[in-house]
């Protein structure tokens, strides 16, 4: 996992919980067996076989190169992180009008100064 995902609120100690799995017990998850990586080494150490599991980003193209599955969140623990496309003044000038947010039925957001 990255450093931030164990040190978050939201992040691993708040995953076991909701997943019922417990930290140091039996049946659980021994904390030596927890690791922190660098976001992109935590992809192939799992696919290596170095980690049982790890925290990825499901948008990530590496998933489907290294073969991983996903699991289902069906307790709903981590919210949905929608993305969007950010451009400079000069890139949206330059972008072209019939594709984009109004063409996939999302309304058009106004640009804003960063």
Known sequence: MESEFRDRNDGLEGMLKTY????DEAGGVPTKNLR???TGAIYDAT???NCTFGEVFTTDGRILALDLKVLQDDRRYFPNYNVSLVLGKKAARRAPRDRGPARS?????S????
């Open 47 to 49: 696919a290596s076989g």
């Open 105 to 109: 039925g999302h309304r058009e957001v």
């Open 36 to 38: 922190t990586f660098q």
């Open 20 to 23: 019922d799995v417990p930290l």
């Open 111 to 114: 640009p804003t100064r960063c």
